[in-house]
């Protein structure tokens, strides 16, 4: 089994400022991917960024970055110079690389992001 | 752009009702999914498809089941619906790579009401 754990129901951030989301997650899988999805009112999720879990490299979109940290079982998502287009909630995801044939993944609970001017 | 089309925004059902939720998505995905949406419990699958007339169940398949007769097509079925099956519904479809780190396109979800 997987989990994935989302601590901060709620994070708030002035606009232009950083913020970071955490993420824990526990597979016993030894390969693996992980998500960020984000979900704005329009309540449609899109995909923010991924990781592979055998990249030692943390993944970089624009404004948007992980720290990965896999002994730790953390994948942190940090948003640079946020905008207020960027309030929305927050979804960490975790697939395993051997769960067959579709793409199963196992989401936390969410963070809602607020961004105030 | 790929587009994943939930047939109804908002639905309000009656216990007991059989209610069908349609996803159609565009871009010649093999794999769809239905998840529940709920407040401190995040995203749940339901039921998988990964080819037509093919699903299997996720993590809380009690009292849905599915059915995909075309390859573009999703429907989930509440046989009988009760109160709470009351929820965020949210379909999405995705194409296999080898490395399956794929990424899911999302519909806009129906948000259900079982009164």
């Known amino acids: 089994a997987q989990t994935v754990t989302q601590s901060q129901p709620e994070m708030s951030v002035q606009e232009a400022e950083t913020v970071t989301l955490s993420c824990t997650y526990d597979?016993?899988?030894?390969?693996?991917?992980l998500f960020w999805y984000k979900q704005p009112p329009s309540r449609q999720m899109i995909l923010v960024i991924r990781?592979?879990?055998?990249?030692?490299q943390n993944a970089t979109e624009n404004r948007f970055s992980v720290n990965f940290q896999k002994a730790a079982k953390s994948f942190s998502l940090k948003i640079s110079d946020s905008q207020l287009g960027d309030a929305a909630m927050y979804f960490c995801?975790?697939?395993?690389?051997?769960?067959?044939?579709?793409?199963?993944?196992?989401f936390g609970t969410g963070t809602r992001l607020q961004v105030t001017l | 752009d790929v587009k994943v089309t939930q047939s109804s925004r908002y639905l309000v059902k009656r216990t007991g009702e059989k209610v069908f939720l349609e996803c159609v998505q565009d871009?010649?995905?093999?794999?769809m999914f239905w998840y529940r949406q709920d407040p401190g419990l995040g995203l749940r699958l339901i039921y998988f498809?990964?080819?037509?007339?093919?699903?299997e169940k996720g993590d809380i398949p009690e009292g849905y089941s599915v059915s995909r007769e075309k390859k573009e097509r999703f429907s989930l079925i509440l046989e009988s619906a009760s109160t709470n099956q009351t929820s965020m519904y949210l379909c999405?479809?995705?194409?296999?790579?080898?490395?399956?780190?794929?990424?899911?396109?999302f519909g806009s979800g129906t948000q259900l009401s079982v009164l």
């Open positions: 990781q592979e879990a055998y990249k030692q």
């Open positions: 498809s990964y080819d037509v007339k093919m699903k």
């Open positions: 871009m010649d995905h093999e794999n």
């Open positions: 995801a975790l697939k395993g690389a051997n769960t067959g044939t579709a793409s199963k993944l196992t």
């Open positions: 999405a479809s995705s194409s296999p790579t080898t490395g399956g780190n794929e990424k899911l396109f």
């Open positions: 597979t016993s899988e030894s390969d693996y991917y």
